[in-house]
């Protein structure tokens, strides 16, 4: 990281999410992605950047989301005419993965849960940055455990020490739909049926009254709710 760069991450810490974003866009142009799941946090960063200038947007599909997340990506396309850039996973490890375990492997095994984020989500995330500088993720502090050491700005040292933005690191989960309300961003519809966390549909479910937002990710393990592409795999 160059040193005005530097100079630069420390001030935007207490920046308001737009201006990161500009930051970001104006810093790195071509170099710099939204990583997107469709989730309410990336559909208000992308709401935000449309209204500064093109930014290029990327995605994991594991090839498990749910058809609503596959409606709103074509959304996406249409009201902010952008091109999605989709990472898939790599064939011959996935068909490897299907052939010894099934396809289901995720319920069965913590390590087989893990293989499966592991081919579907983390290689190819590794793929979508390689050729950038930055990347945009919609992580906030209060989302979870990992989480709350969250800046707005941060070297990636998990993939090459690139920058990662977080421009709603501060942000809480009232002030995300405050914004979406206010300003009509289109949400994935699963968000009306008790979802408050959105990631493969076999993994997701919506979660029940006094539950963790994230309680529906995973929920037949203990402890994490990460898949590993912000911890490294772990
Ligand atoms: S969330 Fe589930 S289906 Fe998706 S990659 Fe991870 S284990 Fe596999």
């Given at each position: ?128 940055l390689k050729d950038l500088r930055a990347w945009i993720t919609g992580l906030r502090r ?7 050491t969250v800046s707005k700005v941060e070297v990636d040292r998990i993939h090459g020490n ?24 289109p949400v994935n519809k699963l968000y009306s049926m008790g979802y408050t966390s959105i ?36």
């Open positions: 990281m160059k040193m005005e760069t530097n100079w630069e991450v420390h001030a935007l810490q207490g920046e308001p999410a737009e201006r990161v974003i500009e930051w970001a866009m104006k810093t790195f142009g071509e170099k710099v992605a939204l990583a997107s799941s469709f989730q309410a946090e990336d559909m208000v960063i992308l709401h935000m950047a449309s209204r500064i200038g093109r930014i290029r947007v990327f995605t994991l599909d594991t090839g498990r989301l749910p058809q609503e997340t596959y409606e709103l990506m074509d959304k996406v396309r249409e009201l902010y005419g952008v091109e999605v850039e989709v990472y898939f996973p790599d064939t011959a490890r996935l068909e490897e993965m299907v052939k010894k375990y099934g396809v289901n492997l995720f319920y069965r095994d913590p390590s087989l849960r893990r293989l499966c984020c592991d081919i579907r989500k983390v290689e190819p995330l590794r793929r979508a209060d989302q979870w455990e990992t989480r709350r690139i920058l990662k933005v977080n421009p709603l690191a501060d942000w809480t989960w009232e002030m995300v739909w405050d914004y979406i309300r206010k300003n009509d961003v990631g493969c549909a076999p993994c997701t479910r919506p979660i029940r009254p006094g539950e963790h937002p994230r309680a529906g990710r995973w929920w037949w393990e203990m402890g994490s709710k990460e898949c590993g592409i912000h911890t490294g795999g772990e």
